[in-house]
């Protein structure tokens, strides 16, 4: 049983940082693709991050090129998305999905959401 389990929400000021962890379980991952995705509340949600588990073919969205950065780590299961320059903008509930084993560009398991609030 998939299991995608993300951590590391809170509130933070403008121009502060955040790193968003989760930690992946129940199956091998090293053929999926990871992405991070967020939802502001009335807005659709919206990939901000992707990459395959390798860390190969990283993909990020216009608006947080530069200071967010998506990265796993093998030993723990892991995948993070460092945010750094956070701006009120990247507030909403941000989630981590996994596309596999046949990647096809839909997410076929999702964490429950973890909250980033930035304050101005």
């Known amino acids: 049983q998939v299991q995608l389990v993300e951590s590391g929400g809170g509130l933070v000021q403008a121009g502060g940082s955040l790193r968003l962890s989760c930690a992946a379980s129940g199956r091998t991952f090293s053929s999926y693709t990871m992405g991070w995705l967020r939802q502001a509340p009335g807005k659709e949600r919206e990939l901000v991050a992707r990459?395959?588990?390798?860390?190969?073919?990283?993909y990020y969205v216009d608006s947080v090129k530069g200071r967010f950065t998506i990265s796993t780590d093998n030993a723990k299961n892991t995948v993070y998305l460092q945010m750094n320059s956070l701006k009120p903008e990247d507030t909403a509930v941000y989630y981590c999905a996994a596309d596999g084993p046949v990647v096809d560009g839909r997410y076929d398991y999702w964490g429950q959401g973890t909250q980033v609030t930035v304050s101005s």
């Open positions: 990459m395959w588990w390798s860390g190969a073919n990283p």
